[in-house]
């Protein structure tokens, strides 16, 4: 079952020292971004990540978001030329990688203190947290299906997945995407209005693939799918044009590996490198999103800073 226990305080007194918060918001290294990128470019980020990053498309650029060293939610944003300096979700503490999505405009999700998940959503300059509940053992992840529309994955007690969406200001129930048993969190997307894509590590530790359509609080799902693989961590999935997809793992290597869906059929595994032929060494699992015709690739490097480099997208 999945549980969920009453509601507790997410956001403890904002206590923690002035060298923890300067340790993070330096960059580790130097920063690129001065230009814009093409496929193939890499840009180091800096900071110092617990985990892996989120990202999402905010025209024309894209946000990227960690867990600094504080467990508060910082990130740093791109305008199609320039990255931002780091900034911070006031307030929130939390307990897993942030789940992304940048459609309203941005909408951050992670376990919070309490073993619940937690949204923060930005309006305007101001951020404001509310919870959704539930007792996640992995981190969550959204997407849109729809405009107005937010829908988030994550794990429960019993390993199954499970989907919540809030259409407008109403908050549906948790419900239970049938048959999967996950050995990660998932990664979410959505290749056509209505449609939800899920990807997740299973048991045999390679990648699984469902997709459902939702319509108001109604929600049919299909089979599941293998996709092969042996994932070292928890997948991501982006769809940057109508009806593909793009799945990018962690694998064996420590490098990041994708499988590609180009419309019609799954296309076989490829390492992703970087124009120098890099392919990197990673040490958490990716983020990824949309920016124009490019595909980015954001990760922990082996510094712990986060670093992102770009493909052409599937």
């Not at 599941?224 to 799945?247: E, F, K, N, Q, R």
């Amino acid at each position: 079952m999945f549980k969920r226990p009453a509601t507790k305080k997410l956001l403890p007194p904002f206590i923690f020292s002035v060298a923890i918060a300067l340790a993070f918001a330096l960059p580790a290294g130097a920063q690129f971004a001065s230009t814009t990128p093409s496929y193939g470019y890499v840009g180091r980020l800096g900071g110092t990540l617990l985990g892996g990053p989120d990202a999402g498309a905010v025209s024309p650029g894209a946000a990227a978001f960690v867990i600094g060293t504080d467990y508060g939610i910082w990130y740093r944003s791109f305008d199609g030329t320039a990255w931002t300096g780091w900034a911070k979700i006031p307030a929130g503490i939390g307990t897993s990688n942030p789940g992304v999505v940048t459609s309203n405009p941005a909408d951050v999700f992670v376990r919070g203190t309490d073993g619940a998940v937690w949204h923060a959503n930005l309006t305007g300059n101001t951020w404001s947290w509310e919870t959704w509940g539930g007792h996640a053992t992995s981190d969550p992840d959204a997407t849109s299906v729809a405009t107005g529309e937010i829908d988030m994955v994550v794990r429960g007690d019993d390993n199954g997945l499970y989907l919540r969406s809030k259409m407008g200001t109403a908050l549906g129930a948790y419900s239970r995407i049938p048959n999967g048993f996950a050995t990660s969190d998932a990664g979410l997307a959505s290749s056509a209005t209505g449609k939800i894509d899920v990807v997740t590590r299973g048991n045999d530790n390679q990648a699984w693939y469902i997709a459902g359509t939702i319509a108001g609080a109604v929600v049919t799902w299909g089979s599941w799918t293998p996709l092969g693989g042996v994932l070292t961590t928890g997948p991501d999935a982006a769809s940057c044009t109508a009806g593909h997809l793009d799945v990018v793992v962690r694998g064996t290597d420590n490098a990041y590996w994708r499988k590609g869906f180009n419309g019609t059929a799954w296309l076989p595994w490829e390492q992703l490198k970087t124009s120098g032929g890099d392919p990197g060494t990673w040490t958490s699992d990716p983020g990824i999103a949309c920016v124009g015709s490019l595909l980015y690739v954001f990760g922990r490097d082996t510094t712990n800073s986060l670093t992102y480099f770009t493909q052409l997208p599937t």
